[in-house]
């Protein structure tokens, strides 16, 4: 079985730390089962892992005794969700692109402007201060919208006086 070499250190520094864990019966399995309650974590996480249970900061776990291999998986687990929630707040609080580098001329503004007051120009009519004025251009667009061309047509095309 082909262990990282960092994930492999760090847990050879944990038994070191603790002087009950100098000589096990069994080192080579004990260190097995170390190596598997980490294998799904990063090095990164490891590390911190074993520094806090080191330190005697990791909750739960008594810094008085060597920790079993499940507590230093948990405490991997928790490094490993304290890293990925201050990684998410860092790329939150991160701008998704840099400010963009406009030069503004004198020119360039005029231009701009002019195309605002065409736009502008195009969007109002003549007749928007009156009413009757407004409601024959609606009426006439919309007669132009059903048309007889496009099917839409009530009574006789020949006259009216025939409709029933």
């Known amino acids: 079985m082909q262990f990282p070499q960092a994930k492999l250190?760090?847990?050879?520094?944990?038994l070191g730390?603790?002087?009950?864990?100098a000589a096990p019966a069994d080192g080579d399995e004990q260190l097995r089962s170390y190596l598997l309650a980490v294998e799904d974590y990063p090095a990164q996480d490891v590390e911190a892992a074993v520094v806090a249970l080191i330190k005697g900061v990791a909750p739960g776990v008594n810094p008085n005794f060597l920790p079993a291999p499940a507590a230093v998986?948990?405490?991997?687990?928790r490094q490993n969700h304290l890293r990925a929630e201050r990684e998410d707040r860092e790329?939150?609080?991160r701008p998704a692109l840099p400010a963009p580098e406009i030069e503004r001329t004198r020119e360039s503004q005029a231009?701009?402007?002019?195309?605002v007051e065409r736009t502008v120009s195009g969007l109002r009519s003549a007749d928007e201060d009156d009413p009757e004025a407004r409601?024959?251009?609606q009426l006439?667009?919309?007669?132009?919208?059903?048309?007889?061309?496009r099917g839409y047509?009530?009574?006789d095309p020949d006259g009216d006086e025939a409709a029933a």
Not at 9 to 14: G, Q, S, Y
Not at 111 to 115: D, G, I, K, P, T
Not at 140 to 149: I, L, P
Request: aromatic share 10%; proline share 2%.
């Open 135 to 137: 409601y024959r251009a």
């Open 153 to 155: 047509s009530a009574g």
């Open 17 to 21: 730390s603790w002087p009950s864990a």
């Open 9 to 14: 250190k760090e847990i050879t520094r944990l």
């Open 73 to 77: 998986g948990a405490e991997c687990h």
């Open 111 to 115: 231009r701009v402007r002019e195309l």
């Open 91 to 93: 790329r939150r609080l």
């Open 140 to 149: 006439r667009k919309a007669n132009a919208y059903f048309d007889a061309e």
